[in-house]
């Protein structure tokens, strides 16, 4: 029990500090921002400043987007793996911004994380989707499409693809997960519906004996415009409101 709540104060601990870094890094932006309308030079080390901030405020930002996966426990341990290949991308890119490191390696590296990770949120994002059980392959290829889509961008950035094979088969792969992505939140949407609808209807008195033969083998079902009675014994569907 101690674990579970030293667990919880963790969680809670670390989103505190990363929404702590994001708001700072916006108010940096707001102001380099003014700075840079009214200043007559900005010169480099302005700019390396603000694309720290920028860069700060999106790891923030992608970072909080996969807090309510890993707080709920979904497509563990893929929330926390994303926060820290975010976190560890964008470290590298910040090393790239304030040294004279001029190494192409470790920009590819950076850019590799960074992609995982964009991957690793996009599917934290989807695992909050509750839909019907009979849609949850849905769900599942957008997951293999993410995956498949983030090999191929991180292939593209590590090798030197010729022709345009690769280009095509991503062009693909991205068009169905979009397919997917525009889906998968409709489903959502239909499913919370349907359980709004059921809990309304059950709340209410229910028929318990049927109107025909008065038999209390009475099936349930649920259909587009309303609940409907069928008798077991008899074979009657009726339907039924209860004045309470």
């Not at 709920?72 to 004279?100: A, C, N, Q």
């Not at 992505?181 to 489903?187: A, E, G, R, S, Y």
């Not at 499913?191 to 309304?200: A, D, F, K, Q, Y």
Request: with cysteine; charged share 15%.
């Amino acid at each position: 029990m101690n674990i579970v709540v030293l667990a919880d104060c963790a969680q809670m601990t670390l989103r505190k500090l990363i929404l702590t870094i994001f708001f700072t890094s916006v108010v940096i932006n707001a102001v380099l921002g003014i700075v840079a309308l009214f200043a007559t030079e900005f010169g480099e080390f302005q700019s390396d400043i603000l694309l720290t901030s920028l860069s700060i405020s999106t790891a923030s930002v992608l970072s909080l987007a996969m807090f309510p996966a890993r707080e709920r426990y979904l497509v563990r341990p893929l929330p926390s793996i994303g926060i820290g290949l975010t976190i560890l991308g964008f470290g590298l890119f910040l090393v790239l911004i304030w040294t004279d490191f001029d190494e192409y390696g470790m920009a590819k590296l950076a850019a590799s994380f960074l992609v995982l990770g964009i991957a690793a949120a996009y599917v934290s994002l989807v695992a909050l989707a509750v839909i019907n059980q009979k849609f949850i392959n849905i769900v599942r290829a957008a997951y293999v499409l993410a995956t498949v889509l983030s090999g191929f961008v991180v292939g593209a950035i590590w090798g030197s693809p010729e022709g345009d094979v690769l280009l095509r088969l991503m062009g693909v792969v991205s068009i169905l997960l979009a397919a997917a992505t525009v889906t998968i939140p409709v489903l959502h949407r239909i499913n919370r519906s349907e359980v709004s609808t059921v809990r309304s209807l059950t709340s209410k008195r229910l028929a318990n004996r049927c109107v025909s033969c008065g038999a209390q083998q009475l099936r349930r079902e649920l259909i587009s415009d309303g609940l409907v009675y069928a008798c077991r014994a008899c074979q009657t569907r009726f339907r039924s409101d209860i004045l309470i």
